[in-house]
């Protein structure tokens, strides 16, 4: 990108034009984009065919706080045989150790 030399930014980012001009570039790429949005769905509505119309975002049976749980649970279970396995090798080298000193 422009402004960018030998990794930082090559003018003032704090100045209050700087960050008027950003705000104006960032309101007008989502207006941009959400009149796309729009247009494309009139059309799609008035040829009858809406299946290029992006999905229209619903909660669903298996939603991403479900996955989150999900990978919680494998991960305390995952955790859990690691420690029983500690524990178990913990075990075996006391016996072995002690076994060791009894022959």
């Not at 001009?21 to 941009?32: F, G, N, S």
Request: no cysteine; net charge positive; aromatic share 10%.
């Amino acid at each position: 990108m422009a402004g960018f030399t030998g990794g930082e930014m090559a003018f003032e980012t704090g100045s209050n034009s700087y960050l008027q001009a950003l705000r104006r570039a960032t309101k007008e790429a989502l207006y941009m984009y959400l009149h796309v949005r729009v247009t494309n769905r009139d059309y799609a509505d008035s040829i009858g065919d809406t299946t290029a119309v992006r999905h229209a975002f619903t909660t669903s049976v298996f939603g991403w706080r479900h996955l989150v749980a999900l990978i919680d649970i494998v991960a305390v279970v995952l955790f859990a045989f690691a420690v029983r396995g500690v524990v178990i090798d913990v075990k075996l080298r006391k016996a072995a150790k002690t076994e060791k000193k009894n022959s």
